[in-house]
């Protein structure tokens, strides 16, 4: 059997073959394109071949080439491989190296990530565009608000929604008539962005059409298009997460320190799917809002809001209702404004 470790790059990949033994008996620098990795996985014709590939903006296309000649590769969280993260020496070759020789000994296989499927992919390449966009909106209309401060005119943000709120800033007398052309590029610019925003959310209408869980998640109090997009193409398959590992996977589960008999716990671990915890903190904010919002989830937001302040409240709330979403993903059931605080977390 032969354990092929790749390291992959945007122009180049470094790959290391090893055999049952742990012998390297090939290892080399190919470009990074389709051809070159099918050259050296058909190396061995004769061998079973299996290839360990580290997590990165190459990783599903190699995973898509490797699937292709009847290859199930294992993807590699590096973050989590100390190997690779800790190594004293590290470059590419030793990378390679270690994934091959952690894939014949079993230990990358501890580090592995579920490689999400391509609808999956889909959706959460449209939902980075979007995210992509949106910022390109508040850029443009910050820049603006930075120069009519800059002659002494405050303006709320929230206004600068609106086609009529840039024209309204325009016709503005304190405004001096050489920033007005300037005003009018950033608006152009808004505006340009806010139409492909548009589209964007009509893309990601469609996109929802593809799963089945997502009419059953937007029943859910702060679950609009754009949460329920991420929330179901982020779990892809709820039957790999446990209730207690979807808030980990967000980087909503709290940090635990305990060691003996000391034992301390902090605020959020911050460690997951980043936009993901960004959508779902926003949904738990509309949800406070609510009416439909079970009385358990309710009364907990209430009671953090008044101890421990908005933030707290919100990433606590934000927490159950990711796992509402994998409840009734997992389960199939509808949401239930009745539910129990125990029905919520149980899955």
């Excluded at 949460?227 to 940090?255: C, H, M, N």
Aim: hydrophobic fraction near 45%; charged fraction near 25%.
């Amino acid at each position: 059997m032969i354990h092929i470790g790749m390291d992959l790059h945007k122009k180049h990949s470094v790959f290391c073959a090893v055999d049952h033994q742990g012998a390297v008996v090939a290892r080399g620098k190919v470009l990074s394109n389709e051809e070159a990795w099918k050259e050296i996985l058909r190396r061995w014709p004769g061998e079973e071949v299996k290839v360990a590939v580290e997590t990165g903006t190459l990783s599903w296309w190699a995973v898509d080439v490797a699937r292709s000649l009847g290859i199930e590769p294992v993807v590699v969280d590096a973050r989590h491989f100390k190997l690779i993260r800790e190594s004293k020496k590290k470059c590419d070759r030793r990378d390679a190296f270690h994934l091959a020789d952690g894939l014949r000994t079993g230990l990358v296989q501890q580090c592995a990530v579920a490689v999400p499927s391509e609808r999956a992919r889909r959706g959460r390449a449209l939902l980075q565009a979007r995210a992509t966009i949106v910022k390109q909106c508040t850029a443009s209309r910050n820049a603006a608000l930075g120069l009519l401060r800059s002659v002494g005119i405050s303006l709320s943000g929230r206004k600068w929604c609106s086609e009529s709120g840039w024209e309204a800033a325009l016709l503005m007398r304190p405004v001096p008539d050489w920033m007005k052309p300037l005003l009018a590029l950033h608006r152009q610019q808004w505006k340009s962005a806010e139409a492909v925003r548009r589209e964007l959310d009509r893309q990601v209408a469609e996109e929802l059409d593809l799963w089945s869980e997502a009419h059953r998640l937007q029943e859910i109090p702060g679950y609009g298009p754009i949460v329920t997009l991420a929330v179901v193409a982020s779990i892809d398959d709820p039957k790999r997460f446990r209730p207690k590992e979807v808030g980990s996977y967000a980087g909503l589960a709290p940090a635990v320190r305990a060691s003996g008999e000391r034992a301390g716990v902090g605020g959020i671990t911050r460690q997951g799917r980043p936009g993901l915890r960004v959508l779902l903190i926003q949904a738990a904010l509309a949800a406070m809002r609510s009416q439909k919002l079970t009385p358990g989830l309710a009364k907990l937001w209430r009671r953090l809001y008044a101890q421990r302040g908005r933030q707290v409240a919100a990433a606590a709330l934000a927490r159950r209702l990711l796992l509402l979403g994998h409840k009734l993903m997992k389960n199939g059931q509808c949401y239930d404004p009745n539910f129990s605080r125990k029905e919520v977390q149980a899955a």
